[in-house]
């Protein structure tokens, strides 16, 4: 059995807002019908959606689990003969056979497990198989437990990436924190994103639906109260509907309305290559700035550089005194003065 693409699986999240817990083909017909037909289904959360085959995106029917009365084998078990399961609701039965009998009897336990909330005995599963049972458990357990207040803006981002959680926790994909007009504004802007929204009502602490239903006329806007009780949630209509989820709510708006309606979904982008990231520069290493010292040879036999010598003060007779030099006696005249010495003034 070929595994549906991930661009499929990715829109069948979006389009349900539940976990998947077990999926592959088997056969459908209700009581009263003389055959079978075939149906790619999946279990996700509470319910069994059925695809008219692997690759569509769109389930054809659902079966809410959370109505079922009973499941009866038709048969006992046996390896060489397929399996039939008759699945009995509130106001209709179901019959699903599968060709494998161990796949059939897997399809029991997973169905068993999230409708009875328990693990059923004495199934004909392998250890791993029951490992995956008891996962599936604990995560149905912590689906089925949502709050009872909306979110409001500050704990919800309506553009969040993170779809899958959200459904976890029990709010679906297409709730955001706006009002009517908002809603009803991306709703008519953006018809291919989905036709409901499920937002928060003016009091803020219940919710509402808007949808948008295309006529001849031209696209028509409707807003729902959904209202919260201790027990779950009821639909505000002529003839108020219980249900026990937002989920749930929403299944319901689609049914009634044959499908035609999906929860409102912006889509998600995503990169389709794989670049080679440029190289990192390497950092230079700094050098140490130092002035070069230029040493200066003498050459052999050459002169040290002469300097000017200063010229020597005439006497002068201001105001009676006159320059006298010290221990000049012995200098000659073009004789360059002894380092060291120098000239002292005197009175005359």
Not at 83 to 91: D, E, S
Not at 191 to 214: H, K, V
Not at 251 to 256: L, Q, S, T, V, W
Request: glycine fraction near 4%; charged fraction near 25%.
């Amino acid at each position: 059995m070929a595994a549906p693409t991930r661009q499929v699986f990715k829109r069948r999240e979006t389009i349900t807002a539940l976990p998947l817990y077990y999926s592959g083909y088997l056969l459908k017909k209700y009581t009263g019908e003389k055959e079978f037909k075939k149906f790619y289904g999946e279990l996700r959360g509470s319910a069994i959606f059925l695809y008219t085959d692997e690759t569509n995106d769109t389930y054809s029917e659902k079966l809410d689990l959370t109505t079922l009365k009973s499941m009866a084998l038709d048969s006992p078990y046996k390896k060489e003969r397929p399996t039939i399961y008759t699945l009995t609701f509130c106001n209709e039965e179901v019959h699903l056979k599968v060709d494998n009998p161990d796949t059939g009897e897997e399809w029991r336990g997973f169905i068993m497990t999230v409708t009875t909330k328990e693990i059923p005995s004495k199934l004909q599963l392998l250890p791993g198989q029951m490992l995956r049972l008891q996962e599936v458990l604990s995560e149905e357990q912590k689906r089925q437990n949502p709050p009872r207040h909306p979110p409001t803006a500050l704990h919800i981002n309506p553009f969040s990436e993170d779809t899958y959680d959200d459904s976890l926790s029990g709010i679906p994909c297409c709730f955001f924190s706006v009002s009517r007009q908002a809603a009803e504004g991306m709703l008519k802007e953006n018809p291919g994103y989905g036709s409901i929204i499920l937002r928060p009502s003016t009091d803020q602490t219940n919710y509402s639906i808007t949808l948008r239903q295309d006529h001849p006329s031209g696209p028509v806007m409707k807003n729902y109260r959904v209202l919260s009780t201790d027990t779950g949630f009821v639909i505000a209509l002529d003839d108020p509907v219980n249900v026990p989820s937002l989920e749930a709510v929403l299944d319901h708006f689609m049914k009634e309305t044959e499908y035609r309606l999906r929860p409102y979904q912006v889509p998600l982008a995503y990169d389709t290559r794989i670049d080679l990231p440029p190289p990192l520069p390497s950092k230079p290493v700094p050098r140490a700035r130092v002035a070069p010292m230029i040493h200066t040879q003498l050459q052999t036999g050459s002169k040290p550089p002469s300097y000017p010598i200063p010229p020597r003060p005439s006497k002068s007779t201001h105001a009676g005194n006159e320059y006298q030099e010290v221990d000049d006696k012995n200098q000659k005249a073009g004789d360059v003065p002894t380092p060291g010495r120098c000239q002292i003034w005197k009175p005359a």
